[in-house]
């Protein structure tokens, strides 16, 4: 259920669960992007007080990311789970091309969550000349994806058993006309000004890039190997919601769940689900995503938008291997 009244009864009706209790993730190591805050750090917390031995915090801000490592420490789990905290930035293909060339020297990479992300509501370019939300939440991720793909395979084959890699996406890729899709090249389409569109449009469109790449990366990827799937953490309290207009405090109070619950989505996903491999999650259970992804326009899209991000991947992002997926 994709509308406003479906939304409004899952947030009030639904409470996220933990992990099980009994559940040990001993000897497996796990990357969360932009983990210093926010959801990813619940997931953090979560995976460790699920004894995960090894847990990766990549994040944009260093001297933030040592901050929640020194929480994060202090939470349960933390004498027993070695903790690193690693500079990515979405904004900086060297900086994701570095973080692949390291994952490739980890012994095991079990489980990648790809959640940083920001919601900007205003049409700002990022660094690399493209529209921000664009630039990290479908553009970032997406290389992210491609640089830690090999580590997560190479551990799939060594212990038997697939590696997870999860991709966080929203709700609100069902709420967007996406009308940018019928541009010769979308990607350049939305780096103009006029395509913005109003409030949080862009925002939701870079999610449903984020399902529709998820998507086309599964069919690329054996299931064997490494379970690709999109998750939506539900509507929750978090820094990502700083740049909008204070009425976004009166939906906050009415409907959001604790980044804490949110952070069960993310964990649910990349835990559970052993099954879930091209799938979309909401509320800890694999759901059907937006009609229009289901649909011939949609396939399409997701089609396009693939090669267009794996063009300009290999035009710009200079030291990124483009081609650990044909
Ligand atoms: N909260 C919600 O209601 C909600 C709903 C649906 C989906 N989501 C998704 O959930 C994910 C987590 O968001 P959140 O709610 O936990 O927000 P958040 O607290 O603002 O966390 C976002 C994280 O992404 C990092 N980040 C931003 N730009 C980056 C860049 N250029 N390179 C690397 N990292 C960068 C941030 O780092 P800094 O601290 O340095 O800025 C932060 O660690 C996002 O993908 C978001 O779209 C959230």
């Not at 959801?39 to 995976?47: D, I, Q, S």
């Not at 997870?164 to 979308?186: D, N, Y």
Request: aromatic share 8%.
């Amino acid at each position: 259920m994709g509308g406003f009244l479906g939304f409004v009864y899952r947030q009030w009706t639904i409470k996220p669960k933990p992990l099980p209790s009994a559940l040990s993730l001993s000897g497996k190591t796990a990357l969360i992007t932009g983990a210093n805050s926010g959801l990813g750090f619940e997931a953090a917390r979560e995976l460790m007080s699920r004894k995960i031995s090894r847990l990766i915090i990549a994040v944009r801000d260093v001297s933030k990311g040592e901050a929640a490592k020194k929480e994060l420490s202090s939470s349960q789990g933390g004498d027993t789970c070695e903790i690193e905290v690693w500079p990515l930035d979405h904004e900086s293909y060297q900086s994701i091309a570095e973080l692949g060339k390291r994952t490739a020297k980890l012994d095991r990479l079990d489980y990648a969550l790809l959640n940083a992300g920001v919601k900007m509501m205003s049409y700002k370019k990022s660094a690399l000349g493209h529209e921000t939300n664009v630039q990290i939440n479908h553009i970032g991720t997406s290389a992210v994806s491609l640089a830690i793909l090999p580590a997560l395979k190479h551990t799939a084959q060594r212990y038997n058993t697939p590696s997870r890699l999860i991709i966080v996406s929203s709700e609100g890729h069902f709420w967007i006309p996406f009308k940018e899709r019928s541009a010769g090249k979308i990607l350049a389409k939305m780096d103009e000004e006029e395509t913005f569109g109003t409030q949080q449009q862009r925002y939701y469109t870079s999610k449903l890039l984020n399902v529709l790449w998820t998507r086309e990366l599964a069919s690329k990827v054996d299931k064997e190997e490494v379970v690709v799937n999109t998750v939506n953490p539900g509507f929750c309290y978090s820094g990502l919601h700083r740049h909008s207009a204070s009425v976004i405090n009166v939906f906050l109070w009415l409907f959001a769940w604790t980044p804490e619950q949110g952070g069960r989505c993310l964990t649910d996903a990349l835990v559970k689900h052993e099954d879930s491999h091209g799938q979309y999650l909401s509320d800890q259970r694999q759901t059907p995503p937006s009609s229009f992804v289901l649909s011939s326009d949609g396939e399409k899209a997701q089609k396009k938008i693939w090669d267009e991000t794996i063009a300009l991947l290999k035009d710009e992002a200079i030291g990124l291997d483009t081609s650990v997926v044909t």
